[in-house]
């Protein structure tokens, strides 16, 4: 006999096909059969196959959809995130595009799930900076949301602290202005961004009309859709770009759910990140004010170097030593093997990690027994998470934690990542040394040095290292590939490796 409660199963099938949530994404935050049972007593149902039933007329079920998604969809974020993606937006995409469009005929820019409005502002900093002028005369932004709630808070633009951790202090003083305990856009920076409630899913032939795009930022967003629906939008996305647009997923996101849908697709890559390219003709070359741009975003790396000390203090310095030798933590007297309460727990936190639900899987964590919590995958989790949040110091006190408990490379792995976002390159490629000679298995770090050496223009290492990545790739560990692939398969991350050898006539088989 199931233990569903009557009618949660038939409103989980209407929410995934009207919110595109998939079900296990609308169980992650709060309680839904809470929240479903608050919504049908608010509507006078009985019951919530009474509820169900009430959602067939149309209008209803448009208000009661705008109510729940305002308890149901994840809105954590912050400025500046996956800064890589607003470097390639505002040095490749835009001058690319402003070329390709008539003379005077504006661009537009969507920030697509837009939550409260971060992504979106950060977006006009970036491009208001970079190319002085253009907004909104050329350049328009426009964000949009299925939560009114979020929409609200984006509008006011007032912010906590907390979600600028990532934005460094001149750019606070150019375009933010203390408001109370908070922090406040300036006027003439808010008001570059439209924004409007909107659900992906509902079909608005004028709003996704052919073209009408050409960029769009869809940031942790689908990561919470049902596959069938992530195909969906990223269809209508592809209906609605420019040939040759742009489209930004987030890190952990890829277009390999939607076979159909990728193949209007290309992929890119340069800043050291993977997007997505609309098919369609040749680019046009882009006006020399990319210069421009790149100028002021070499400025925002310089001012990271006091981040890069403070991760260069929490860090352990990398050893020179022969690969790891046979035994492990896990072959340790004093370590046990994890119960399969402890395995379900640490299943979950790399779940809601993969979410990016970054509180709950750090609490996931913490619930573990001091023994489990204290091993090195557990403090390897954890390390990822900080990185993931911007607390790069606590990321790199916790690959301390990881590597003191037996990792064998995967924590040095993540230190560089850490130093290579501080903008300390060569301590980066010191750690990614070490991971790679600690575990000589383990591919990602042949993959970053490769991609350092090519930013070096030191072609040799750049074959070398990417040659290697790509043989290691074809038996990488699953765990590792979700943890550090950015969302991508096996099979794209050995294609980048493959292209990048060929156009540097290296050996691609």
Known sequence: MSSEPDGLG????????????????????????????????????????????????????????RALAGQLTVGETYFFREWQQIEACAEIALPERLAARPDGEPITVLSAGCASGEEAYTLA?????????????????????????????????RYSEWTLRAVPDDVRSRFFVRAGRDVALRKEVAGLVDFEVRNLLEDDPAFWRPGAFDAIFCR???????????????????????????????????????????????????????????SGAPPRRPPGDAARASAWFASIHRSSARVAEVVQRASPPPQRESP????????????????????????????????????????????????????????????????Q????????????????????????????????????????????????????????????????????GDLATTRDELERAAALLVSEQQERLVLFGGGFPRSTLISLCQAELQARGGRTG
């Open 220 to 278: 942790n967003v689908l990561m919470y859709f049902a596959p069938h629906k992530v195909a969906e939008v990223l269809g209508r996305f592809a209906g609605a770009l420019a040939p040759r647009g742009f489209l930004f997923l987030a890190s952990s996101e890829s277009l390999r759910a939607a076979s159909a849908a990728s193949a209007a697709f290309e992929v890119a890559h340069t800043h050291g990140i993977f997007y997505y390219r609309r």
């Open 389 to 456: 949040q911007g607390d790069l110091a606590g990321a790199a006190r916790a690959c301390q934690r990881a590597l003191d408990a037996g990792d064998s490379g995967a924590a040095h792995y993540v230190l560089g990542l850490c130093q290579e976002q501080a903008g300390d390159v060569a301590s980066a490629a010191q750690h990614y040394r070490a991971a790679a000679s600690r575990d000589p298995s383990f591919a990602m770090p042949h993959l970053r040095l490769g991609l350092l050496a090519k930013r070096a």
């Open 10 to 65: 038939p409103v989980e099938a209407f929410l995934e096909e009207r919110l595109g949530l998939s079900r296990a994404s609308l169980h992650l935050g709060a309680d839904l059969e809470a929240v479903l049972r608050e919504r049908a007593r608010a509507r006078g149902c009985p019951d919530l196959d009474a509820y169900r039933r009430a959602l067939d007329d149309p209008e209803l079920a448009r208000e009661e959809l």
């Open 324 to 387: 790891a030798p046979a035994r492990d933590a896990r072959e340790r007297p004093s370590a046990r093997p994890p119960g399969p309460a402890e395995l379900a727990a640490i299943d979950r936190a790399l779940q809601l990690l993969g979410g990016e639900r970054f509180a709950d899987a750090m609490a996931a964590l913490a619930a573990l027994p001091q023994r489990a919590a204290s091993s090195a995958r557990v403090e390897l989790l954890r390390a990822v998470i900080f990185c």
């Open 125 to 157: 900093i970036a491009l208001q900076a970079a190319h002085p002028g253009l907004l909104p005369r050329r350049i328009k932004i426009v964000g949009v949301d299925v939560n009114p709630g979020a929409i609200q808070k984006a509008r006011r633009a």
